[in-house]
């Protein structure tokens, strides 16, 4: 089983940024494909981004706002998601999620077999 521990979030104004962190560690045997998730209140977790050992792929609101990456080091297994221009509707619980090997649909949540606990993000208006 793979363990995700996330942190970096927090409370920010409209327009503010942050940068959550997502560092995997556990049984990896293979490359991982760890993405982001979000859900507020009264919603459906959505997706947000993810990323395999090729390329990102976004949801298409997070395309203009918000980056992912890995840490530079792959056997950290680290990602990032950067979010900035920040807005209210983004406050939600954001999970981190991974599983090895390339996502049939990256976005899709039920690709993914391993999550973390979720970091909190508030935006103000």
């Known amino acids: 089983q793979v363990h995700l521990v996330e942190s970096g979030g927090g409370s920010v104004q409209t327009g503010g940024s942050l940068r959550l962190s997502c560092a995997a560690s556990g049984h990896i045997y293979s490359s991982l494909t760890m993405g982001w998730f979000r859900q507020a209140p009264g919603k459906e977790r959505e997706a947000v981004a993810s990323?395999?050992?090729?390329?990102?792929?976004?949801a298409d609101y997070a395309k203009d706002r918000f980056t992912i990456s890995k840490s530079k080091d792959n056997a950290e297994n680290i990602v990032y998601l950067e979010m900035n221009s920040l807005k209210p509707e983004d406050s939600a619980m954001y999970y981190c999620a991974a599983r090895h090997g390339v996502a049939p649909d990256p976005l899709a949540e039920d690709n993914y077999n391993n999550w973390g606990q979720g970091t909190q993000v508030t935006v103000s208006s």
């Open positions: 990323i395999d050992s090729i390329e990102p792929t976004y």
